[in-house]
T-cell receptor, first 113, second 113 residues
Framework: ETGVTQTPRHLVMGMTNKKSLKCEQH?????MYWYKQSAKKPLELMFV???????ENNSVPSRFSPECPNSSHLFLHLHTLQPEDSALYLC????????????FGNGTRLTVT | QQQVKQSPQSLIVQKGGISIINCAYE??????FPWYQQFPGKGPALLIA?????SEKKEGRFTISFNKSAKQFSLHIMDSQPGDSATYFC????????????FGSGTQLTVLP
């Protein structure tokens, strides 16, 4: 399998649940990203991992917790989310240390009830 | 300073027509301007990109026009086809850094058959 793979494709969770999103890249890239995509808004960068070093966007609430065990895998752990967190969560990777272009997965559509 | 403003929000074009999407930026340090194309249910994919040392870049039916003095750039889709119907995002970054990509809010293009 090639490219960037995200699972699950769809997720419905209650506000008290704990769930995780998974991303795997098969491109040999050294940087991975989590983006949040909401309707009619710019893509919002949440986290960057470059060679296992995490760079955070300080506006991301602590109920989102990333994990990058190696350069091919990235997780986003979710707990006590709010309805406004419902969105499409996109994983991406890039060659080198944060160099363009970005290669995106197809996203996880998250609904918080 | 980091914003990229994109217009229009939505665009409807007849088959064979020209689609034009515009973006404007403030940060003069931006030196890499990509466009991403996103189909429903898919992640964004790099379509075409330009650096400010050229005023135009063409790839097939897709052309980026760049006006450095006006701090504007645009995507032109010639001979638009129904298969071009998608959401288009402009973006900008410094030194081509994926980590520092700033996205526009997207344009939903519909090409009528």
């Amino acid at each position: 399998e090639t490219g960037v793979t995200q699972t699950p494709r769809h997720l419905v969770m209650g506000m008290t649940n704990k769930k995780s999103l998974k991303c795997e890249q098969h491109l040999g890239h050294n940087a991975m990203y989590w983006y949040k995509q909401s309707a009619k808004k710019p893509l919002e960068l949440m986290f960057v991992y470059s060679l296992e070093e995490r760079v955070e966007n300080n506006s991301v609430p602590s109920r989102f917790s990333p994990e990058c065990p190696n350069s091919s895998h990235l997780f986003l752990h979710l707990h006590t989310l709010q309805p406004e967190d419902s969105a499409l969560y996109l994983c991406a990777s890039s060659p080198g240390q944060g160099r363009s272009p970005l290669h995106f997965g197809n996203g996880t559509r998250l609904t918080v009830t | 300073q980091q914003q990229v403003k994109q217009s229009p929000q939505s665009l409807i074009v007849q088959k064979g027509g020209i689609s034009i999407i515009n973006c404007a930026y403030e940060n003069t340090a931006f030196d890499y301007f990509p466009w991403y194309q996103q189909f429903p249910g898919k992640g964004p994919a790099l379509l075409i990109a330009i650096r400010p040392d050229v005023s135009e870049k063409k790839e097939g039916r897709f052309t980026i026009s760049f006006n450095k003095s006006a701090k504007q750039f645009s995507l032109h889709i010639m001979d638009s086809q129904p298969g071009d119907s998608a959401t288009y995002f402009c973006a900008a970054s410094i030194r081509g850094s994926a980590r520092q990509l700033t996205f526009g809010s997207g344009t939903q293009l519909t090409v009528l058959p």
